[in-house]
């Protein structure tokens, strides 16, 4: 692949990361832009941004490609702001949001870009370095032919590889990602709180031996795949067990005992699904989480 110029709008931990994979990868970063001055010129300085580009306003010869990395709320803004800067007829626009759709790029596009959208779908709390930031991650892609070609030879570039959205899946992608990702986080937390306030774990104990059970887990799902790591009473069909959660959840929150009710359905389904349990446990255990559901509308 050819090296590419580009543009950097936003930054932020996403934009700098994906930035600094790219210039890892031999392409040039020409230009930062951001509503902080010292993250703006950080990022300028780890992106090796010439004194002369990082000194005005980028010229019509000097990009390629826009990556926009900005909250999903500016996204139309950065937009409309760009769109009469420079001539757009030959250029590419990519924004990183997984929620939505490229079309928010309609003005650059109306003026010749084509538009995408490339999200990384990776956690990304604080920037990362190094060129293997994205190694065995996944790009949602979506939007115009042309820029999700680019968009697709630079994530394979960087080590990773592309899932093709359509412009009406894309909210439904974006919750899946936070159900395995924030959401997986909520739920560490809440199992964390139950062993603060009824085992009498400190908070910081309770945390680090949770998570350090749920990284083996992990491990275990990428190694073996989900079902065949799947542990624990239920997959076991141990009756003794799950009678006993089940008593220490009578007294405990509402939203507690439907979650365990809606997890532990989702754990038999897979279950059973890899064999694992015989039918007379399974039925035994619907038995079981058909009393919790009904205790839990209480």
């Known amino acids: 692949m050819r090296p590419i110029s580009f543009v950097l709008v936003g930054p932020g931990a996403v934009g700098l990361t994906l930035a600094g994979a790219w210039v890892a990868a031999g392409h040039h970063c020409v230009g930062v832009y951001g509503r902080k001055p010292s993250r703006v010129a950080r990022a300028r300085r780890l992106l090796s941004v010439s004194a002369r580009h990082s000194a005005g306003r980028v010229s019509v ?13 500016s996204l139309a803004e950065v937009a409309q702001s760009w769109a009469p800067r420079v001539s757009w007829k030959g250029k590419i626009a990519l924004h990183t949001s997984g929620a939505l759709p490229a079309s928010l790029l309609a003005p650059l596009r109306q003026r010749g870009a084509s538009i995408g959208c490339m999200h990384p779908l990776t956690s990304l709390p604080v920037p990362v370095k190094g060129p293997d930031a994205f190694r065995g991650i996944s790009f949602g892609l979506e939007g115009d032919r042309i820029a999700c070609a680019l968009a697709s030879q630079l994530a394979h570039q960087v080590g990773g590889q592309v899932v093709w959205l359509r412009e009406g899946e894309k909210s439904l992608y974006h919750l899946s990602a936070c159900l395995a990702s924030g959401y997986l986080l909520a739920l560490l937390a809440l199992a964390a709180e139950a062993l603060e306030k009824h085992v009498g774990l400190r908070r910081r104990e309770a945390r680090g031996a949770l998570l350090a059970l749920a990284s083996s887990t992990l491990l275990n799902a990428r190694r073996l795949g ?73």
Do not use: C, N, W
């Open 61 to 73: 010869e000097d990009f390629r490609l826009l990556l926009i990395a900005v909250p999903d709320g």
């Open 226 to 298: 989900i079902e065949k790591a799947l542990t624990g009473p239920l997959v076991r069909g141990d009756r003794i067990t799950l009678r006993r959660h089940l008593h220490a959840l009578r007294s405990k929150s509402v939203d507690l005992r439907r979650l365990h009710a809606i997890l532990a359905r989702k754990t038999l389904e897979m279950s059973k699904k890899s064999g694992k349990l015989g039918e007379r446990d399974i039925q035994y255990i619907r038995l079981l989480l058909g009393e919790r559901a009904h205790v839990a509308q209480k």
